[in-house]
């Protein structure tokens, strides 16, 4: 990608209390490592805590994907807070409901079943990048 | 350690609370290998080195949650441990809930040890786990430090193996009761107060004579102006009557 501001930007809660904030940081790895490095670029949502100077220009100028573990749904709420769009909100355990025979366990270390459902929400938010990056299409609100 | 001590000098008022705890919190960084360290270290201590002796909080939660997450450090002497410089745990743990108790800084556990490169944000390479070793064990020490050390039957314990938090909400150590209490007009959120009046009423405690006490409890956990002190004092202690009231059999 040449302009690096046209990334969309990912940012997943990583909760560290249950397997679903595990399966929001395997996901984000999965689409910005694996599947579409050069359209996506990662953002540490511990940066937006403390309102990093760089991390909120990031999600001020870049459309944001969140992916939230829980009900709380801190990544979303924490783009907002700084100032940024989120064009989808992603929320595993909505995820989950429509996939419940991949029940993640372990939170250091995810089970098959959670891996597989972070690649699953993976690929779901890759295949809608295109329409998240073509201009006017930031909507946001909506889950995948 | 001035926090632990401040814990310990109030302990003689404070009400029976969760069991006293030490907060970790860690940045879990996604961006920085660094980060996946802190985290795993976290983990670690958390489920296997100590578990029933430690309690976490997503960082974000201070932000995105309500008062009973902020009052998170405040209520448990806490250890942050972060991946890089930039101490977004430490620093937001201060910032939004209470000076941690100690913190611990990956990079720089790294280079006093002089361990490899740390790579691998998703899968950790070998110097990275080496780093989650090291980091984990500072950890665990600065754990018992805190609470002094653990009893050995108490780490060879089955039943204190590693925990799976059951579903619903988030599962990590949020949620410090509160109560929400008309004072002049203002409508105030006061932490702890649920247990304070559960507490004095176990011990028979009467509205009428219990005022002073109230406030003093109340004081542990909350920020009362000076000025206003009074007022707090009397509109607590018309609440625990009332509550007296609705729990009277």
């Keep these: 990608m040449n302009d690096d501001r046209q990334a969309v930007v990912i940012v997943p809660c990583s909760g560290i209390g249950k397997s679903l904030g595990s399966v929001t940081r395997e996901a984000a790895y999965e689409l910005c490592d694996s599947l579409r490095p050069s359209e996506t670029r990662l953002v540490a949502l511990s940066k937006l805590v403390l309102g990093d100077a760089e991390a909120r220009e990031r ?28 064009v989808r909100e992603v929320a595993v355990f909505e ?28 690929e779901e938010i890759a295949d809608q990048l295109d329409g998240i990056r073509r201009p006017g299409a930031e909507q946001g609100g909506q889950h995948a | 350690m001035e926090s632990v001590a401040l814990v310990q000098n109030k302990e003689d008022n404070m009400p029976n609370l969760p069991e006293r705890k030490v907060g970790v919190v860690s940045c879990s960084g996604e961006e920085l290998a660094e980060g996946t360290v802190a985290r795993l270290a976290a983990l670690r201590v958390l489920h296997e080195a100590r578990p029933g002796k430690t309690v976490t909080i997503c960082l974000p939660l201070f932000l995105a949650g309500g008062e009973g997450d902020r009052a998170f450090a405040r209520f448990h ?59 984990a064990q500072r950890l665990t020490e600065l754990v018992d430090e805190i609470l002094g050390p653990p009893a050995l039957t108490v780490l060879n314990n089955p039943a204190s193996g590693p925990r799976q938090p059951k579903s619903g909400g ?80």
């Design chain 1, 59 to 86: 999600v001020r100028t870049s459309p944001a994907v969140t992916i939230d573990g829980c009900k709380q749904m801190c990544a979303s709420k924490l783009v907002r807070h700084n100032g940024g769009t989120v």
């Design chain 1, 95 to 122: 995820a989950f409901r429509n996939h419940k025979n991949l029940k993640p366990e372990g939170i250091a270390e995810l089970n098959a079943e959670g891996k597989q459902l972070a690649r699953l929400l993976a």
């Design chain 2, 77 to 135: 002497p806490t250890i942050t441990i972060d991946g890089c410089d930039l101490r977004c745990a430490a620093r937001g743990t201060e910032m939004y809930s209470g000076k941690p108790a100690a913190s611990i800084v990956v990079s720089h556990l790294v280079q006093e040890h002089g361990i490899d490169k740390v790579e691998g944000r998703r899968q950790l390479n070998a110097a990275g786990k080496q780093a989650v070793d090291v980091a």
């Design chain 2, 170 to 249: 988030c599962s990590c150590g949020s949620g410090i009761p509160t109560k929400k209490i008309n004072i002049d007009g203002k409508l105030v959120e006061l932490l702890a107060l649920p247990l304070i009046f559960q507490q004095l009423r176990e011990l028979r405690r009467s509205p009428e004579s219990a005022a002073d006490e109230l406030l003093a409890m109340a004081k542990i956990y909350n920020l009362v102006p000076p000025e206003d002190e009074q007022t707090y004092r009397d509109t607590i202690a018309r609440e625990y009557a009332a509550f007296c009231q609705e729990v009277s059999p």
